[in-house]
């Protein structure tokens, strides 16, 4: 099971999606040249195959495993942070006054593709630091950020977000946690959180919990939420980090995937807290951070379904089996030349390179949002807040078909656990769950991002691809082949829109029953634009004498996502304006 | 977890989908009625829910086990078969002259979903030992069937199918099993084959092998397989059997799911078989066969389908979160109010009758097939081999979504092992692989079953499809809206029809590229057709004072998948005809 991470694709991405030349010229990214992203890309690409990628296996087949209160990885996992903190990996994408690599944001999504691709498992460390260090970043108190942020930035440190509570999953208005203030300014925190992914472990010296709980006086539902930093070591009196805060991990959980990432059951029993911005405030600082958190697994989704295409095209290549249904050969043939599994082969890597063009283009805006000049901050901004959800609803309920399409190109093989493509099958699963479900993200997306400022960015979103369309329309043959899908699918998104905003407020149940339709179809056009966009710059690249094998499988993967993804908007659009009243009254 | 068996469901389809009047006219069923069938069904899923349903769990957990050449099974499953044996359930389909209850294929079919629901992994042993006696039935000489399909029937005996070897999965011709004549009229067979399911067990008193191998002077390919008959235990002098035949289990597979259900590698080692049949007729006694073994597999995505169904809505019912966004009642509510849940129990409720649906009717043509007059035979049997491959490969495809539905319906604790979704997610993995995989079933549809007749079944199938559309329109609303979907599908599907007869023979690799997207497109027309004629049944039993609220909800399935379902036929038709160039010539 090698892995290769695909940093020539990604670079392209990064050249032609992410609106790179504006983003380098942000003022952080002022010495940043895209020579300086590949160099660091294929460096981490090498790390993660040589140190990361071994350990899938094992670390699936042993997992996490709690031994007195005490989570222990499975074997070569620390060994291998180990390396990942030396070699400084966790500060790619931070800030340069705080330790970090200052790179941009796209490129650190690029970056958690490969670490995620090499292994999920070990992947989700370092994902949930970041989700801490975004959080103390935008919300924690000078003093807060001075203490913390280096630390978690090297990785010395590690971070985890806790939110969910066994009566608590989607709905963060039944959290129960309490939070008691304590004469000297700090809060005991108590109650149980659960699914806390890395909530204890050995790899980091210090893992920053970041809590959701309520204080005494606290308004009811989810306006009464606080956040909270909860170290597992709090500081000694010489400043060293010593004493165990009365916080632990009672179980882990016995999970379908990503087994070697441990996900506690943890206790807190008046362990000390400090609070994090304002009382109350903690559900508008889970939403500031939920954006990166989101468009992080979003990513991860792309980095399962890069895995699981590898591993299905090289077994594809060597298996010998039946001779070819045009009769061009009389003994059998490696299967990658039976019509059906290049079928599937190309749709895996349509799927794949679709998110990663969605992902990448996201993170262009998202760096746009936070560093762009004022002129450019809004409009970046909410075309940022638009398209996350697409990239974690559309990319992961995608990566969960690509395992999928990975086991069945392997036959009998591929349901033989050895054989490690079954593993992407299993670690796949949680993507459309976790940091919200695809339902949670159509929410956002119908409530939050289209029907609260009446379909304005919605409607920008339309005219950008309307606007490609025309480009695509002057290029070759595949060009407006895609041209002619994408005016297609848009034409069901601007349908589907008006219908959800003359709808929503009158009956609502029968909007949001098409609110998942909605996102699938949102998150298709999002990504065969982007492959327009690739199309487009990959023509432009051949025209100037580029590599014409890799460009013209781009103009490939774009021409194919068109002709067998694209037309899946016509259903969706069908099931959102047509959702027949037996879906909304049927007994159940 | 519980399951029960839904056999009101069943018994409706059964009654109004099989074309249950002329079967229960034919001879062998002349003294079966309705009635007879619901008895033994109900019978039956108490069994398995009482009996079978509680070691799912346990079986996964613990799985099947290989020591010291013994496989044991996980604890329980050798009492339950037991029990199994001692009621007689394996003979249900099987004639009354060896034993049978002499009861209808189509029952035969109910009673396989039943057992499949309640462990799939158990449902695997009777359902292989179905195989053998089919086989033997129709190719076993007079000596053979008095021999053997008494003790299969009531199941002291069980049976395996052995095709497979490394080099030889989909692709038969690559088989090298040997067969070598001995002077006793016996053939000493020697090889390796693999995948074996129940190839080595403790469950019954003997194991009926039928295994494909080559005589010494055979031709290369396919037209050099015969079938032999090699028994685990061998008849000793004086006709008990006690003697070991060589031949053994020496591995186990460890897989994804099916956990219990013995996956071997079979060493043969100068084992002596019996010839079935003619020398090197094998390929076409497996062709004879693969009929209903293939049936059965469709037959347990249907069961996998419908105890995910279960699971996923008593989860719905009791999991309480989140207001609802009509803003009906001020508190958290059972999720089965949020809308996107209901249209994911609703898509698997559509989906899952609607595959039994198919398979019922397709269960009533196997009957006429085999049974009926001479002018109903060769017409049922051609519909029954156009919708067999239809089966297998649309409602397993299926059976994998409805299971992750299943698990998105439950969350965070979807991916848990202990909740027991994930296994089905599991489990179902195999069904679209197994007894030929999706593509090989298309290539069976488009080739075998299109092709060759050159379009002639296809036709009729679509003129079988127009008659219900035009008493759809006659009927309620939701029937008008169920007929005119079918039309669009059914139009997708003979424009579909028409380009494959056109391409197939000078662009061989177009046609097959579009094969798989035709198995689904016809996959889905038949299942909405079938919930079509469902939703007649239901309207006309209304009107006869039937009960409402079953019926209606009969009439609300059927509207839903046509709604929800019914319009992907649209991508799937623009797949096959609009195949794009790209796709054939893209580079890998």
New interface residues.
């Given amino acids: 099971m090698t892995y290769q991470a695909p940093v020539r694709d990604i670079m392209f991405a990064i050249e032609h999606l992410s609106q790179w030349p504006q983003v380098e010229a942000l003022q952080p990214y002022s010495e940043i040249e895209l020579d300086d992203a590949r160099a660091a890309l294929e460096e981490f690409g090498r790390f993660c195959a040589e140190m990361i990628a071994p350990l899938s296996t094992i670390g699936d087949t042993e997992g996490a495993r709690l031994e007195n209160g005490r989570v222990v990885l499975p074997e070569g996992y620390k060994a291998a942070y180990d390396q990942f903190v030396e070699m400084g990996w966790q500060s790619l994408s931070h800030p340069t006054e705080h330790g970090g690599m200052g790179l941009p944001k796209v490129v650190g999504a690029a970056a958690t593709e490969i670490v995620n691709s090499a292994d999920m498992s070990f992947g989700l460390c370092p994902l949930l630091t970041n989700g801490a260090i975004d959080a103390l970043s935008i919300t924690g108190s000078e003093a807060q950020k001075a203490f913390y942020l280096d630390k978690l930035i090297t990785g010395r440190w590690s971070g985890t977000m806790n939110l969910?509570e066994p009566?608590a999953?989607?709905?963060l208005?039944?959290v129960r946690c309490k939070a008691v203030p304590q004469d000297d300014g700090t809060y005991a925190i108590s109650g149980t959180k659960?699914?806390i992914t890395f909530g204890e472990h050995d790899l980091s010296e210090n893992i920053v919990h970041l809590v959701l709980a309520r204080t005494p006086d606290a308004p009811e539902g989810v306006r009464g939420l606080s956040l909270f930093v909860v170290p597992k070591l709090l500081e000694g009196e010489g400043g060293e980090t010593a004493l165990r805060n009365t916080l632990g991990c009672v179980s882990l959980?016995?999970?379908?995937?990503v087994r070697a990432s441990p996900t506690a059951v943890m206790e807190y029993n008046n362990a000390t807290g400090y609070l994090v911005g304002e009382e109350n405030s903690g559900l508008r600082y889970m939403f500031i951070m939920m954006t990166s958190a989101r468009y992080a697994v979003g990513v991860q989704g792309v980095a399962i379904a890069e895995r699981a295409y590898q591993h299905a095209?090289s077994y594809?290549r060597d298996r010998?089996?039946?001779r070819p249904?045009?009769?061009s050969a009389q003994d059998?043939v490696p299967i990658?030349q039976?019509?059906?599994?290049?079928?599937m082969?190309?749709r895996m890597r349509a799927l794949t390179e679709g998110g990663r063009a969605l992902a990448i283009a996201t993170g262009g805006w998202l760096d746009l949002a936070e560093h762009g000049p004022e002129a450019v901050r809004a409009e970046a901004q909410s075309m940022a807040e638009f398209l996350v959800p697409l990239v974690k609803g559309f990319c992961t309920e995608r990566a969960?078909e690509v395992a999928?399409l990975g086991?069945?190109i392997h036959?009998?093989m591929?349901?033989?656990?050895?054989t490690g493509v079954?593993q992407f099958?299993?670690d796949a699963?949680?993507l459309?769950?976790?940091e919200g479900?695809?339902?949670i993200q159509?929410?956002d997306l119908l409530g939050r991002k289209v029907l609260r400022d009446g379909g304005r960015t919605a409607r920008r979103f339309a005219e950008m691809i309307a606007a490609t369309e025309g480009e695509l329309s002057n290029g070759g043959a595949?060009a407006q082949?895609i041209a002619q899908r994408l005016a297609e699918a848009r034409l069901a998104f601007t349908a589907s829109l008006d219908h959800l905003l003359a709808t929503a407020g009158q009956d609502?149940?029968?909007a949001?029953?098409g609110?998942?339709p909605f996102l699938m179809l949102t998150g298709n056009l999002a990504t065969g634009w982007q492959l327009g966009l690739s199309a487009l710059a990959a023509e432009a690249e051949l025209a100037k004498g580029g590599d014409a094998?890799f460009l013209?499988?781009k103009?490939?993967?774009a021409?194919?996502f068109?002709?067998?993804v694209l037309?899946?908007c016509?259903?969706e659009h069908?099931?959102i304006t047509?959702?027949?009243d037996?879906?909304?009254?049927?007994?159940?």
Same sequence: chains 1, 2.
């Fill in positions: 969910t009566q999953g989607s709905d208005s039944r659960i699914f959980e016995h999970k379908l995937g095209l594809a010998v089996q039946s249904v045009d009769g059998a990658i039976h019509p059906d599994v290049r079928r082969l190309l969960v999928s086991v069945q036959g009998g591929g349901f033989i656990e050895e079954a099958y299993r699963r949680i459309p769950i976790y479900t695809t339902a159509a929410n595949a082949r609502p149940n029968r949001y029953a609110s998942v094998e013209q499988a103009i490939a993967t021409d194919i068109a002709q067998q037309v899946e016509a259903a069908s099931r047509d959702t027949g037996s879906l909304l009254t049927a007994t159940l």
